[in-house]
């Protein structure tokens, strides 16, 4: 049994270790080392290669409570994932891609390597896709570089749109004028640009036509330029809309498009535009598509277990039905 020493700041103690020692548990328990708390100094006992693992972990989670991160049980599981595999290096990386500043003063980063290459995908490219499962983000971080695109001047415009299938994009039986009928399709959009923005600076852009929220059916016929324009739950577009949005793509503009395949409320027998644009676009110059993952799920950890579980139960009927 070998043994290592790491200094670490008395102040962030607590965080590290988290309530009732559980962050360290769950390390100890990881790599059948035992971790002791011996003032400004931790000691690892162990064997050598569970001792180096267990070290970077711990390096990694210093870093992320050193820059004013929060650490649970999700990140750390994250951090022990991407470290099994080798990718200490890229993981503290994260913490210094800072996205925007939300109204409350909390810095916007990415959690995860997808959630990173995403973000690197969207600086680069006129259009993405962003595809994966509930929680990984797409939505949101979409929403954070629109913003500060914007705010950069480097788009006039922030576009937001939605197809909104629950009404069949047949919205006139709805109560209200056309922006009470579809903010029930838009909301999540909403609580996004007010959490980032704040609600009195997304209102005045909003009246201005700097931002403009609308259902996809309103974007045809139209050319968008110098916008930033995210289509989000894509997956519910057929293959014509999505082929109408791709093509309103003006001078200046970019486009995130993001949709979870597994979540599509199509009629049956209808095909999704966001199935086949990925596979039509994959190797277009100025087209990337980004997959997340459940391990790119920042959502509750009981999410991943589900998308997981989900995942082998489809898995296991499509070899059934083979």
């Known amino acids: 049994m070998e043994q290592q020493k790491i200094q670490i700041s008395a102040n962030i103690i607590s965080s590290l270790f988290g309530s009732f020692d559980s962050n360290i548990k769950k390390i100890e328990d990881e790599y059948n080392v035992s971790i002791i708390n011996r003032g400004d100094d931790i000691d690892i006992l162990g064997e050598s290669r569970d001792i180096q693992k267990a070290v970077n972990v711990i390096n990694s989670l210093i870093q992320l409570i050193e820059s004013g991160e929060s650490i649970d049980t999700q990140s750390i599981n994250y951090i022990i994932t991407e470290i099994n595999e080798d990718k200490a290096e890229e993981v503290n990386k994260l913490k210094d891609d800072v996205i925007c500043m939300t109204i409350n003063g909390r810095a916007l980063k990415p959690k995860t390597l997808g959630q990173k290459y995403y973000i690197d995908s969207i600086r680069k490219n006129t259009v993405v896709f962003g595809v ?46 056309l922006q009470d009928k579809v903010d029930p399709y838009l909301r999540p959009l909403y609580d996004a640009l007010y959490e980032i923005m704040g609600a009195e600076t997304f209102l005045k852009n909003m009246e201005k036509g700097a931002i403009e929220v609308a259902p996809l059916a309103y974007m045809r016929g139209r050319t968008l330029d110098n916008s930033f324009i995210v289509l989000d739950e894509a997956q519910n577009t057929t293959p014509e809309q999505m082929k109408m949005f791709l093509t309103r793509l003006g001078y200046g503009s970019k486009a995130v498009v993001t949709g979870d395949v597994t979540q599509i409320d199509l009629p049956r027998g209808k095909k999704s535009g966001l199935i086949e644009a990925v596979k039509i676009l994959e190797d277009v110059e100025g087209v990337k598509i980004c997959t997340l993952t459940n391990k790119d799920v920042v959502r509750h950890p009981l999410v991943q277990r589900i998308i997981s579980a989900y995942e082998a139960y489809e898995k296991a009927n499509e070899k059934s039905d083979k």
Do not use: Q
């Open 132 to 177: 994966g499962p509930a929680g990984t983000g797409k939505t949101y971080l979409a929403m954070a570089m629109a913003i500060t695109a914007f705010k950069n001047g480097d788009v006039n415009r922030i576009i937001l749109t939605r197809p909104a299938i629950e009404a069949g994009e047949n919205l006139g039986f709805l109560p209200g004028d």
